[in-house]
């Protein structure tokens, strides 16, 4: 068969990895060209005429409820709107390398006085609105360097011809017309394959898949926000081409090659907003209904993906920081591993809890420090301030999010795990391991990154999304496993008595 042939082997494996990393930065490199050459002078309109009619602080209510106001282009936005409009002093040629940030020094605005202005709050906003209206308060600059911040590229490149209206309004219809297409494609399938009395499982799987997160993944709210909506657009294609193509029916070679790809543009579009974690899970469930004819298959791809893609993160990472230790000095790199360590840790939580957290601390007689005192006490925060915040994906609902997310997570676990022991097809407990796995990634995430996730828990909680989605497909893929064995057996029963 197709897939046996061309097995990967070291030598190979480590030079494509490394020619796909390199191709990343150097795609990332000339893009970042052609923003630069569009010019500072033609974002700060754009940020000011979005300012002016308003779409910049377009608030975005949660129709269930939450009371937190939440806006279209928030912390993350600004950011790079910020890194647009701020000129650049370096070398020609290590301009498109690192972008500088304006540094707001002692001014800082009041949400009110933000909103007035027709910015959203909070801090990176402010920092936009000062340095394009009131210059002097913003008497410094720093780079920032930790990502590679596709998100400048990609935004860059859209606001170089649209408005930050259109680019928002094109970003969401694209997110939702992607699924839709996917759905009505795997219907159509799904309906075409029970007529002919064909197994309809993966198309069923991929058309309920689709569905539930074209409602329920969040792309309202957060697909508003052009720093998340290239990260929604790049999991859809993702999905739609393992649909068309099967990723255990491709050829192995070309498989790495797809997760290498598909890493190397996740941390292409990565600020520690969780895109990780969520291409490790879609990963894995189109592995799981990638038609992989055995469960041997099914296991070594399951891992040689996934240490692809993360290999591929790894690498672009490192060569980033590469050529900026090379420029800029190996003070940088101490800064990223500092900043990394205090992300992987639990340290600087409480200063940044709100009074609400540290009420509820005061009300279970807690005390608040635990959480950096302990890391236990911070993994366990982080897990549960991440399925709180689950109410952004079920429009401001707490109680649902809650409700909803750790039944069908504890659910996900409880049935996998089951059917791994004790189901007796290799293949199906196999695929009952990916998708077990596949459920405990985004709380292994959680854990690994205590502070990241507690400090950005309302975009950490877009895994979450993902958890019904993998006990519904594990429960098609039993049901179409159960389908088709008693068809084969049916089928050499027919057999036998002809004979």
């Given amino acids: 068969m197709a897939a046996t042939k061309n097995k990967v082997t070291v030598f190979w494996f480590v030079r494509t990895s490394l020619m796909f990393a390199i191709v990343t930065l150097l795609a990332l490199y000339l893009i970042n060209l052609y923003v630069l050459h569009v010019g500072t002078d033609h974002y700060q309109k754009v940020v000011r005429d979005a300012a002016a009619d308003g779409s910049l602080a377009k608030e975005l209510p949660l129709a269930l409820g939450h009371r937190t106001p939440r806006y279209a282009h928030e912390v993350n936005d600004c950011l790079t709107f910020s890194m647009l409009v701020y000129p650049r002093t370096e070398r020609p040629w290590v301009k498109p390398i690192s972008s500088p940030v304006p540094d707001r020094g002692i001014a800082v605005l009041p949400a009110d006085a933000l909103l007035a202005k027709g910015y959203p709050f909070p801090g990176h906003c402010s920092d936009l609105y000062l340095y394009l209206h009131r210059p002097k308060d913003v008497p410094f600059s720093a780079h920032y360097h930790r990502y590679l911040h596709g998100h400048y590229s990609f935004i860059g490149l859209l606001l170089a011809f649209l408005s930050l209206k259109t680019a928002t309004t094109l970003c969401v219809l694209l997110a939702c017309g992607l699924l839709v297409f ?203 301030k991440s399925f709180y915040a689950s109410f952004a994906l079920y429009y401001g609902s707490a109680a649902v999010g809650l409700l909803v997310t750790t039944t069908s997570w504890l659910a996900a676990i409880a049935t996998n795990w089951r059917a791994m022991w004790t189901d007796v097809s290799p293949l199906v407990r196999s695929a009952s391991a990916l998708l077990l796995a596949a459920s405990m990634v985004a709380p292994v995430w959680y854990v690994i990154f205590p502070n990241a996730t507690t400090l950005h828990t309302f975009y950490f909680a877009r895994p979450l999304a993902w958890m019904p989605p993998i006990f519904l497909l594990g429960v098609i893929y039993r049901w179409q496993a159960r389908t088709s064995a008693r068809a084969a057996a049916t089928g050499s029963q027919t057999v036998s008595a002809a004979n």
């Fill in 182 to 384: 996917l759905i009505f494609v795997a219907l159509l399938r799904t309906r075409k394959h029970r007529r002919a009395s064909q197994p309809f499982g993966r198309d069923l799987a991929f058309a309920v898949l689709a569905l539930y997160l074209l409602f329920f993944s969040g792309i309202y709210p957060f697909a508003y926000s052009l720093n998340l909506a290239d990260a929604y657009l790049l999991v859809w294609i993702f999905l739609i081409l393992s649909y068309f193509r099967p990723l255990c029916r491709i050829e192995e070679r070309n498989f790495v090659m797809l997760a290498l790809a598909f890493g190397c543009l996740t941390i292409f579009i990565e600020m520690n907003t969780g895109e990780i974690a969520i291409g490790v899970i879609a990963l894995l469930l189109a592995l799981v209904f990638g038609e992989a004819t055995d469960g041997k298959t099914l296991v070594r791809r399951g891992v040689l993906g996934t240490f692809s893609f993360l290999l591929a993160v790894v690498l672009c990472l490192a060569l980033k920081m590469l050529v900026v230790t090379a420029i800029w000095g190996r003070q940088e790199l101490a800064v990223f591993q500092t900043t990394l360590a205090v992300r992987m840790g639990s340290g600087d939580i409480v200063s940044n809890l709100t009074p609400r957290e540290l009420y509820f601390f005061t009300r279970i007689g807690v005390d608040p420090s635990l959480v950096e005192r302990s890391r236990i006490v911070s993994s366990a925060y982080s897990l549960f």
